[in-house]
T-cell receptor
Framework: AQKITQTQPGMFVQEKEAVTLDCTYD???????LFWYKQPSSGEMIFLIYQGSYDEQNATEGRYSLNFQKARKSANLVISASQLGDSAMYFC???????????????FGPGTSLSVIP | ETGVTQSPTHLIKTRGQQVTLRCSSQSGHNTVSWYQQALGQGPQFIFQYYREEENGRGNFPPRFSGLQFPNYSSELNVNALELDDSALYLC????????????FGNGTRLTVT
């Protein structure tokens, strides 16, 4: 069963506007970590932001923020003031707790393609 | 701080051949994971190495194997290549503590003909 769902295959946003990329996840663990990665056309996966399941505040990193709603099992990425260089694939990912796996397996969603329009 | 580096960048092989992909971890990282990313999909976990031993594996057959060396660099070997093995292979290093994020290399694009 798919554990990470990203329902938006493609998104468009006007330059300087904010955009929200959706992510829902499925886990029975109480302890887990959520990540967002950016993948430009060059192929490299770039780590953007992390949210721990026990973190009470939403994570922020510069123009990136994570809208974490634990009860709804959602971890949406918000990009403020979009720039042309933000055009890329964005992947939501989850690392389940050590109780389930003794190793650092990270599961990725199918991704959302973001295009920033000048 | 040196990032994750992978070689080669691109590779073309024939069905049935064997291939070795290489990865140097980010300095200070002791864990290496390998992922396969087919076109238009998210990365799929192949396996992870920690202290030179495989300590976790995804749903990949035994013809996918690997090594981790004392300097934490790693190799991914694929035997008896199949057309479906064509993909971007990503190496990621991390610290074996908490929810340390994965740091990826640029990947190796493998094409099997």
């Amino acid at each position: 069963a798919q554990k990470i769902t990203q329902t938006q295959p493609g998104m468009f946003v006007q330059e300087k506007e904010a955009v929200t990329l959706d992510c829902t996840y499925d886990t029975s663990d109480q302890s887990y970590g959520l990540f967002w990665y950016k993948q430009p056309s060059s192929g490299e996966m770039i780590f953007l932001i992390y949210q721990g399941s026990y973190d009470e505040q939403n994570a922020t990193e510069g123009r990136y923020s994570l809208n974490f709603q634990k009860a709804r099992k959602s971890a949406n990425l918000v990009i403020s003031a979009s720039q042309l260089g933000d055009s890329a694939m964005y992947f939501c990912a989850m690392r389940e707790g050590y109780a389930k796996t003794s190793y650092d397996k990270v599961i990725f969603g199918p991704g959302t393609s973001l295009s920033v329009i000048p | 701080e040196t990032g994750v580096t992978q070689s080669p960048t691109h590779l073309i092989k024939t069905r049935g051949q064997q291939v070795t992909l290489r990865c140097s971890s980010q300095s200070g990282h002791n864990t290496v994971s390998w992922y396969q990313q087919a076109l238009g999909q998210g990365p799929q976990f192949i396996f992870q190495y920690y202290r030179e031993e495989e300590n976790g594996r995804g749903n990949f057959p035994p013809r996918f194997s690997g090594l981790q060396f004392p300097n934490y660099s790693s190799e991914l070997n694929v035997n008896a290549l199949e057309l479906d093995d064509s993909a971007l292979y990503l190496c990621a290093s991390s610290l074996a503590q908490g929810y340390s994020p994965l740091h990826f290399g640029n990947g190796t694009r493998l094409t099997v003909t």
